[in-house]
Structures are given as structure tokens and as C-alpha cells.
């Protein structure tokens, strides 16, 4: 098992910039992927490996993680991203999943 | 494209037992492992089981080991998840999503299927 830790809530306005983290022990050794899920909808893959875009993800998303804590930015945020966000590492065989971050768009 | 149409779920009985399928198209099924995971309502997501491209290698979470068994037909491109013994604690959301050969993360995911459990 292996526990990762989201916010569960961020707000930002349009056009302003809002990071998204997730919190894990040594979290760095580990290749974090983050989920975009919108009500309704299935996740799609924002990011991997870190900080890799899959073909499709606009610029304006970002990634990082050192230390305990991976990051997800979003520069330039548009109301589009409002949605639920998830961050996911491999422990072994098995995929862990944080609980999940609300990104609400003022 | 990358397509992944899920099918089965729906009402069953606490002990039931109910298959879910996936039908992949658009890639070389055999290339990909794939896998389940499941969302419980207003909850977040569960990793439950994997399959190897070939079939011979499975995982199961805790949750579910020796009450689900996860499989694939290759010649038809269609991933399984036959799931019996079900409990409250099973009725979610459940989704088939494939692994990417590179960075091991689910680059495409099925629409889901719900599954309700209730007596």
C-alpha cells in the first residue's frame, strides 16, 4: 500500500495560475501521472513520468515532483478546467490513486 | 482512435455475480496490459486488477482477490472482469482503461460501467 495526499479543494480564476499537489513518502522515487476527470466523464491522462504531456494536453499544463510532493500546475486556467483531479503512482504491481483534488474556476 | 466500449453491470444482488466487458479497437490489443478500476460514487478511484498482453499474468487487489477474476481474448480484442460474491462495498462505477507501453500510466480509459449492488 502506499498513501498519497490531495487537497481536496482549490479555487482559481480564469487566466490565473493554480498548482495542484500531492503528497507521498519519498514521492520522488516514484513516477507520478495525474487524471483529469470531469463530472460525468472518464479520467484522461494530463500528465506522466512527472512532468510529460501526452499529445492533446495543452501547454498550459505542467509538472513537477521532488522531495514528498508532486505538483500539477495549470497556467492561464480556463473555466474547461474545472474538474476533479487525481494523481497516481505504482507501488509494486498495484496503481494508488490520491483521493482527489475539486479544481473549481471562479 | 483508441477505443474502449464497456458493456454489462448493472442491478445484483448482495452474493450476485455479473461480467463486465470491454471491446478495444483502434491498436494492437495484444501489445497493451489492461485494466480495472472503479469508482464509487463521490469517491475517488481504486486500481482493482491487471492483465498482462498475453494473458498469463494477473493482479488483484486485496478488495477483490478470490471473488473476481480478470481475463482477455485477444483474437477478439475484449478484456473481462468476471466478478461474483459482490457486496455493497462493490457497487461503483467500473472502468476498463489500458496501460501505455511508456510511463506505465492509463492513457485511455473506457466510459464506464455502473454496477448497483441492492437488495
Known amino acids: 500500500s502506499y498513501d498519497l495526499t490531495q487537497p481536496p479543494a482549490v479555487s482559481v480564476s480564469p487566466g490565473q495560475t493554480v498548482t495542484i499537489s500531492c503528497s507521498g513518502d519519498n514521492l520522488a522515487e516514484k513516477f507520478v501521472s495525474w487524471y483529469q476527470q470531469r463530472p460525468g466523464q472518464s479520467p484522461v491522462l494530463v500528465m506522466f513520468e512527472d512532468s510529460t504531456r501526452p499529445s492533446g494536453i495543452p501547454e498550459r499544463f505542467s509538472g513537477s515532483n521532488s522531495g514528498n510532493t508532486a505538483t500539477l500546475t495549470i497556467s492561464g486556467t480556463q473555466a474547461m478546467d474545472e474538474a476533479d483531479y487525481f494523481c497516481q503512482v505504482w507501488d509494486d504491481t498495484s496503481a494508488f490513486f490520491a483521493g482527489g483534488t475539486k479544481l473549481t474556476v471562479l | 482512435e483508441v477505443r474502449l466500449v464497456q458493456s454489462g453491470g448493472g442491478l445484483v444482488q448482495p452474493g450476485g455475480s455479473l461480467r463486465l466487458s470491454c471491446a478495444a479497437s483502434?491498436?494492437?490489443?495484444?501489445?497493451?496490459?489492461l485494466h480495472w478500476v472503479r469508482q464509487a460514487p463521490g469517491q475517488g478511484l481504486e486500481h482493482i486488477s491487471v492483465?498482462?498482453?498475453?494473458?498469463?499474468?494477473?493482479f488483484y487487489a486485496n478488495s477483490v482477490k478470490g471473488r473476481f477474476v480478470i481475463s482477455r481474448d485477444n483474437p477478439h480484442n475484449t478484456l473481462y472482469l468476471q466478478m461474483g460474491g459482490l457486496t455493497f462495498e462493490d457497487a461503483a462505477v467500473y472502468y476498463c482503461?489500458?496501460?501505455?507501453?511508456?510511463?506505465?500510466?492509463?492513457?485511455?480509459w473506457g466510459r464506464g460501467t455502473l454496477v448497483t449492488v441492492s437488495s
Open positions: 483502434g491498436f494492437t490489443f495484444s501489445n497493451f496490459a
Open positions: 492483465i498482462s498482453g498475453n494473458g498469463h499474468s494477473t
Open positions: 482503461a489500458r496501460e501505455m507501453l511508456r510511463g506505465a500510466s492509463f492513457d485511455s
